[in-house]
C-alpha cells in the first residue's frame, strides 16, 4: 500500500490547479511534491486528507525569500519572487508557499464526473461513477394489484405507464384505476449516492391527488403540481414552490443531506447496515375521468460511490 495520499490544490489568481503528494510524519501530513493537474483532472479529482494547515517536508526547498514552509501562509507575493501569474505558466516551486494558493476539499458534481472521459473516477477509496436509468439495473414496481379499465370508453389509455431511459424518467396515469409505481435501483450498504435535478413542477400532474415521490434511506420527497416537500426521517425540513434546484445525498455509511437551490436545508446521521433502494414512483388516486396524470423530470445527474473491496 502507497504510504502518500494525493491533497488537490488551487491557485485563486490563475484557476490552476495543482496536486500535492502529501505524506505522514508522526501525527502531520507534509508535502513531499508538488505537480500540474490538467482542468479536467482538477474539476473530478477530490483531496484525501485534511488538516488544518499543511507544511512542505524538509526533501523540499523552503520559500527562497522567507524561508517558510506553509503551504499557501506565505506572504511573499509573486511580485516579490518574480513571477508573473497566469494560467499555464511554468509554474516556480515558490508557487507552494503562495497565499493565493489554496487546498480545495470540493468534491466532484455528476456534470463533472458525466464530462470526464472514464465516466468515474477514484475518491477516497471509492469508485465515483455515472448512474443513469439505462446504464444500471432499476427494477420496476406496481404497488396496485388491481387495475380496472374500461376499453370501450377510454381506448386510448397507456399501455406503458413509467418510461425510464438515460437521464429522463416520465410517468403516465390511468383514467379509471389508482396508481403507485415506478422504479427501484439497489446500491451496497458501505455505497454512497447523490442525486442533483432541477425541477419545474408544470411538468407534474397528479390527477387526481397524488405526487411523484422520490426516496431513499430517511430521504423523502413529495412533489406536486404547485411545490412539493422534502423530508427526513419523516420529519419536514423544506417546502418548495414550483421551480428549484434539489441535490439529495447519502455519504460516509449514514451521513444524509438534502439541498435545496444551493443552501442546505437538512442534515442526518443514521448509520446503515442493509443495502439501500433508490425509488423514483409516481401515485395517485382513484378516479373515472378522461383526463390522465402524468410526471415527467429530465436531466437527473446520479452518481453512485462504490466502495473497493479489500
Given at each position: 500500500m502507497l504510504d502518500t495520499k494525493f491533497v488537490k490544490a488551487y491557485c485563486k489568481k490563475t484557476?490552476?490547479?495543482?496536486?500535492?503528494?502529501?505524506?505522514?510524519?508522526?501525527?502531520?501530513w507534509k508535502v513531499v511534491n508538488m505537480d500540474f493537474l490538467s482542468e479536467e483532472k482538477g474539476r473530478v479529482l477530490a483531496s484525501e486528507v485534511k488538516q488544518k494547515k499543511f507544511y512542505t517536508n524538509k526533501n523540499l526547498l523552503a520559500c527562497s525569500k522567507c524561508n517558510s514552509r506553509e503551504v499557501g501562509g506565505c506572504s511573499c507575493g509573486p511580485k516579490k519572487q518574480g513571477i508573473t501569474c497566469k494560467k499555464g505558466m511554468k509554474y516556480n516551486f515558490d508557487?507552494?508557499?503562495c497565499k493565493e494558493l489554496e487546498i480545495d476539499y470540493s468534491l466532484p458534481t455528476a456534470a463533472d464526473i458525466s464530462g470526464y472521459q472514464n465516466k468515474s473516477v477514484t475518491i477516497q477509496g471509492k469508485e465515483v461513477k455515472i448512474v443513469t436509468f439505462s446504464n444500471v439495473t432499476w427494477t420496476k414496481f406496481d404497488n396496485i394489484q388491481d387495475h380496472p379499465h374500461n376499453f370501450f370508453e377510454f381506448p386510448f389509455?397507456?399501455?406503458?405507464?413509467v418510461i425510464a431511459k438515460k437521464?429522463?424518467?416520465e410517468f403516465h396515469g390511468y383514467n379509471i384505476s389508482q396508481m403507485d409505481e415506478g422504479v427501484y435501483y439497489v446500491i451496497g450498504e458501505n455505497d454512497d449516492f447523490e442525486i442533483e435535478c432541477n425541477?419545474?413542477?408544470s411538468t407534474i400532474?397528479?390527477?387526481?391527488?397524488g405526487c411523484f415521490y422520490i426516496s431513499f434511506g430517511i430521504i423523502s420527497a413529495d412533489i406536486y403540481l404547485e411545490g412539493g416537500k422534502f423530508y427526513l426521517n419523516k420529519k419536514e425540513v423544506a417546502s418548495v414552490g414550483s421551480q428549484?434546484?434539489?441535490?439529495?445525498?447519502?455519504?460516509?455509511k449514514g451521513k444524509y443531506q438534502i439541498f435545496i437551490d444551493?443552501?442546505?436545508v437538512g442534515s442526518s446521521y443514521q448509520k446503515v447496515d442493509n443495502p439501500t433502494k433508490i425509488t423514483f414512483g409516481f401515485k395517485h388516486d382513484a378516479h373515472y375521468c378522461k383526463e390522465l396524470s402524468h410526471a415527467y423530470l429530465k436531466n437527473i445527474k446520479m452518481t453512485q460511490g462504490v466502495a473497493k473491496t479489500q
Open positions: 484557476g490552476q490547479y495543482f496536486g500535492l503528494e502529501v505524506k505522514k510524519y508522526g501525527l502531520e508557487c507552494v508557499y389509455e397507456p399501455k406503458v405507464h437521464e429522463d424518467i425541477v419545474n413542477t400532474k397528479p390527477h387526481p391527488g428549484f434546484s434539489m441535490k439529495l445525498s447519502l455519504t460516509e444551493g443552501k442546505l
